[in-house]
């Protein structure tokens, strides 16, 4: 399941935010199955590593730019 970079631009900062913390969560599951050995396909981790990467990269961007969030 590999996030579009075109579809994280359309969420909000607090989609993002959801999105960040269920992408930890299912990498933290993945790596627990690839350790038990019942991962059958060990790419999804990889993969699901990079969509995190590019959450994290957007709200990084957002936030030095000031754009999509609050002023203070």
Known sequence: ????????RGMSPEEL????SEL??????LQ????????ENPRKV???RRDLARVLTLRRQ???TGA????P
């Open 1 to 8: 399941m590999t996030v579009r970079f075109e579809k994280l």
């Open 17 to 20: 935010a959801r999105e960040e």
């Open 24 to 29: 930890r969560d299912q990498i933290w599951k």
């Open 32 to 39: 627990m199955q690839l350790a038990a050995g019942q991962l």
């Open 46 to 48: 990889r993969d699901s």
């Open 62 to 64: 957002r936030r030095d």
């Open 68 to 71: 999509g969030g609050t002023q």
